[in-house]
């Protein structure tokens, strides 16, 4: 028992919905970690997982050959603040450069003409200007000796800064050493003993373009400054380093980054793990909610397969090329962290649309897979299935199609040879040809008459049998075969309704013989039964518990008989075999009436009737059975209406029916439909104390619509309304009375 209930919960569908979300949290974890990796190692070119030590990364290098540069442009290049100031570093052609290009000065026929004075205030004219450039000329010449001089001095305080920078930001490195001397051995700048130098592990010594390295790599480093000044420079860093500078902060983050990933691999990991688990789940439930259960498809099965798989793979395509695009965007673009959010969150959500779309297109075939429908959902499948139908028999036969088809092509054949044939003057084929066409069309002609005519007799058939006239046969003989199985199936339909009327007819009359039967049968003994007990109720028995069982089944008796008679009455306003003899009847009075012959049980049940009728309103009804309509009702208050209560009867007209309504408040709650008390054997007071066999609301109903009247019922709360609605009496009809029997 534990394990079917178990099976069970498999299919569930909160399961379901648990096992897709595992899934998609399982794709958004995946997600995070790869960005999380993705982000934190591409600052790293991904060093951090091709390296073992800090010492071993690009990163480490690049800065390591900062520091280098800097050593060697502070103290062999540079030397000084005064020299910079002097312009000795000043390169006259990187100078007049960038002069240029920060002014928008292009070369051309007037700086080949001309060239700048040494003072840098002027300008010397080697060649004739030509004169459609005089005044290009000038502009460049006032240009020159206005800002010229004060860009060579900003240039220089540029170089200055840059100095200064670069000595301010090699004071910083408390890990990074050097020792600089010349050709003679001499100290130049440093900031530990070279000796110092030699002792540490990561060290290195360059000399013109010669290397001693312990670092593993500058065999092939070169700086043109170093090798033409001829000094030698030692360098080293401390291992292990200490803290406070950008080696160590740098060498932390790096073994960070290098912690993480065990990390982010597991949850990877996990992810992947999840999302495999919960998608074979979900592919192995798909459209059942039981093991082995009838399976229940979903809107995007209605695609075929073919379509479907097609639409898939362009899906994938498309979503490849746009996760490559994106990708590419975020790793070349990470400098600009505000479109590298935006381009990782449309990234996130592309995939959780790839996701949603795998997921459904996975547990579609699932399902179409279950339902053993694959192939059956195809396009093929289907341009095959309505190429069966049309040979199936059906329709109309599939060799109409070919033949209409051959038919045209027949006379599309025989007009170009007979327009061939008076093109090229040949009269006698031209003649021949249209000789052929001609009994060739006549022969369709008649074909299709008798195909046509066939048609006729089948609508004929049709059109009887609408009728009723079910006598009516259809020779299938003199039927084409082109309407073949169409004639077969108008016989059939012909032959269906000819026995359903058989039968519909044997079960009426079999009804009405076994109410006549049942109730003659019932009503012999029952007469007895009542005799006897009257005579018993006469006897002087002198026995109070012998009166009590005498009087006790005196009235079970009659309540029986009254019973018996309701039924076969009912029965036979059912089934419409009572006659119905309309007349002109005033609704008012008869309800009157109805009032007055029930007037005693109304006083002792204590209720007081209110009718509202402000026309004379006349109906085109039956007046027995419409009596017999209003005793069941106001008897229906008598009983289940609330003792010393009001009872509220309106009787108008509407459109061409006259309407009453009877409204009165149960006794007790009404806790069924207005249907189901209208039921046979129903009644409003569910513990069946009260008299009544359940039959009046029906027997009311069955006798409304026997006149073309209509009967119902409306509950609200313990409010009852009761609603009767007849035909009006119309005077042109006091001439022509007709009277209807149903059978």
Excluded at 72 to 92: M, P, Q, T, V, W
Excluded at 321 to 331: H, P, V, W
Excluded at 413 to 435: H, P, V
Excluded at 630 to 643: D, G, P, R, W
Aim: hydrophobic content about 40%.
């Amino acid at each position: 028992m534990a394990t079917k209930s178990k099976k069970t919960r498999q299919y569930l569908t909160r399961t379901k919905i648990f096992a897709a979300m595992i899934y998609f949290i399982g794709v958004l974890t995946l997600y995070l970690s790869s960005m999380i990796f993705l982000n934190i190692s591409q600052n790293w070119q991904f060093q951090a997982v091709a390296t073992n030590s800090y010492y071993e990364t690009q990163n480490f290098r690049l800065r390591f050959d900062k520091l280098l540069n800097y050593v060697i442009n502070i103290s062999i290049f540079y030397k000084d603040e005064n020299s910079i100031e002097a312009g000795e570093h000043l390169s006259r052609e990187d100078l007049l450069a960038s002069f240029k290009n920060y002014y928008g000065v292009i070369d051309g026929v007037i700086t080949q003409s001309t060239e700048v004075n040494d003072t840098y205030d002027g300008l010397i004219v080697k060649n004739t200007i030509p004169e459609n450039l005089k005044n290009n000329f000038e502009e460049y010449k006032t240009l020159v000796e206005t800002r010229l001089s004060q860009y060579r001095n900003m240039y220089i305080q540029n170089q200055l800064e840059v100095y200064r920078n670069m000595k301010r930001e090699l004071n910083d490195y408390e890990n990074f050493f050097y020792y600089l001397e010349d050709e003679s051995g001499m100290k130049i700048a440093g900031n530990i003993s070279k000796e110092g130098i030699s002792n540490m592990t990561r060290s290195i010594i360059l000399e013109g373009g010669f290397s001693i390295d312990n670092l593993g790599y500058y065999k092939e480093y070169h700086n043109e400054v170093l090798e033409k000044s001829g000094c030698k420079l030692y360098a080293a860093v401390r291992e292990p380093l200490f803290p406070g500078d950008a080696f160590y902060r740098e060498q932390e983050e790096f073994y960070m980054i290098k912690r993480s990933y065990p990390i982010l691999i597991g949850i990877s990991m996990i992810a992947c793990i999840a999302i495999i688990a919960s998608l074979l789940y979900l592919i192995r439930v798909a459209g059942q909610k039981q093991r082995g259960g009838e399976i229940e498809y979903m809107v995007v099965d209605r695609i075929y397969n073919d379509i479907h798989i097609i639409l898939f793979l362009i899906f994938n395509c498309v979503a490849s090329m746009a996760t490559l695009m994106l990708c590419s965007i975020i790793l070349y673009n990470s400098t600009y962290y505000l479109w590298t959010y935006i381009f990782s969150t449309l990234l996130g959500a592309l995939l959780i649309v790839y996701s949603t779309v795998w997921l459904s297109f996975t547990t579609s075939l699932s399902r179409q897979i279950k339902g053993k429908r694959f192939f059956s959902n195809t396009v093929v499948a289907a341009i095959l299935q309505k190429i069966s139908y049309l040979f199936s028999g059906k329709t109309f036969c599939g060799w109409i199609v070919f033949l209409l088809m051959g038919y045209g092509m027949a006379n599309c054949i025989m007009t170009i040879f007979l327009l061939s044939a008076i093109f090229y003057g040949n009269t006698s084929i031209a003649l021949l040809l249209l000789l052929c066409i001609l009994l060739f069309n006549g022969t369709a002609a008649a074909f299709c008459a008798r195909a046509l005519g066939s048609l006729t007799k089948v609508m004929i058939s049709a059109k009887e049998t609408s009728k009723g006239n079910l006598a009516y046969e259809l020779d299938l003989k003199k039927i084409s075969p082109s309407f073949k199985n169409f004639a077969e199936d108008v016989a059939n339909i012909q032959s269906g309704f000819k026995r359903a009327v058989e039968e519909a007819v044997k079960g009426e009359r079999m009804k009405a013989e076994l109410i006549t039967n049942v109730s003659h049968d019932l009503k012999t003994p029952l007469t007895s039964i009542i005799t006897y007990a009257d005579l018993l109720k006469k006897e002087e028995l002198n026995n109070e518990k012998a009166e009590e069982f005498v009087n006790v089944l005196h009235d079970k008796s009659y309540r029986l008989k009254q019973l018996i008679e309701d039924l076969i009455e009912a029965s036979k306003a059912s089934s419409g075999n009572l006659t119905v003899t309309k007349e002109k009847i005033n609704l008012k009075m008869l309800l009157i009436q109805a009032i007055g012959e029930l007037e005693e049980k109304i006083e002792k049940a204590g209720l007081i009737i209110k009718i509202n009728c402000e026309e004379e309103t006349n109906i085109y009804a039956d007046g027995r059975h419409m009596w017999r309509i209003l005793e069941n009702l106001i008897s229906n208050i008598i009983k289940y209406s609330m003792e010393n209560s009001r009872v509220y009867v309106d009787i108008f007209k509407m459109d061409d029916m006259g309407v009453l309504i009877i409204k009165n408040i149960s006794a007790t709650s009404i806790d069924i439909t207005p249907e189901q008390l209208m039921d046979r054997f129903v009644r409003g007071d569910v513990s069946r104390t009260t008299e009544g066999s359940g039959l009046g609301l029906s027997i009311a109903k069955s006798l409304s619509e026997i006149q073309n009247g209509k009967f119902e019922i409306n509950i609200d709360g313990d409010l009852f309304k009761a609603i009767v609605m007849m035909p009006i009496w119309i005077e042109k009809d006091t001439e022509e009375i007709e009277q209807t029997t149903e059978q």
